[in-house]
């Protein structure tokens, strides 16, 4: 029973350079959400996808940060042109289908993205 | 958008004592979820309440779901060393059919430090 993976777990970027973060959620979890986590501070919510659609993107950044959930492979947050103010930890977390009752989001370790 | 506001934001006790921690919110959430964080991992879910006015036990830990819908509390009895972690606090309003989905609004996170 293999939890929520990310990888990787660490991840070292200069500036201007693209950033992909990946996730693969539990088994028979269909739906994904990214959160982004500043030092000191609580999750923020950032997209919410299920296979092949996006479902709600409002805590996105307008510009440079994209996500899919093909319907093969992981899901990827994309982040082009980093910039410092990109550093921070990403978690992804993972439910299952709606029709299976009350279903909660398990978390995965998070990927900590450093921009020097 | 939805504000938590979560306190303490940290507290220093000793092997034994009860702790309890609060989460307020300016606008009311159908689902509320209390999670912990060990250093350099993703949030573990601890308890998840969904009707106003619930009490929930999960061993030494008890949560409820406040009256107005506005507000969560967690209490932890006898804390021991393991305890230690930053402990947050997660709100939700999507709730539709009886199934849970949507994204979570996350407080500030209570750090919590237990002298043995």
Not at chain 2, 57 to 73: E, M, P, V, W
Not at chain 2, 93 to 99: C, V, W
Request: proline share 6%.
């Amino acid at each position: 029973n293999a939890g929520v993976m990310q990888n990787p777990r660490h991840l070292v970027r200069r500036r201007g350079q693209e950033a992909r973060l990946r996730c693969s959620p539990m088994k028979g979890h269909s739906h994904v959400y990214w959160y982004r986590q500043l030092p000191e501070e609580g999750l923020k919510f950032m997209v919410y996808l299920q296979k092949e659609n996006i479902i709600d993107e409002s805590g996105m950044p307008k510009e440079r940060f994209s996500a899919e959930f093909p319907k093969e492979g992981p899901s990827i947050l994309r982040i082009q042109q980093v910039v410092r103010g990109d550093s921070a930890a990403y978690f992804c977390a993972s439910s299952p289908p709606r029709a299976t009752g009350y279903n909660e989001q398990f978390f995965g370790p998070g990927t900590r993205l450093t921009v020097l | 958008g939805q504000q938590l506001n979560q306190s303490p934001q940290s507290m220093f006790i000793q092997e034994g004592e009860d702790v309890s921690m609060n989460c307020t919110s300016s606008s009311i959430f159908n689902t509320w979820l209390w999670y912990k964080q060990d250093p350099g991992e993703g949030p573990v879910l601890l308890i998840a309440l969904y009707k106003a006015g619930e009490l929930t036990s999960n061993g030494r830990l008890t949560a409820q779901f406040g009256i107005t819908r506005k507000d969560s509390f967690l209490n932890i009895s006898a804390s021991i060393p393991s305890d230690v972690g930053i402990y947050f606090c997660a709100g939700r309003i999507d709730r539709t059919g009886g199934t849970s989905y949507g994204k979570l609004t996350f407080g500030q996170g209570t750090i919590l430090t237990v002298h043995p």
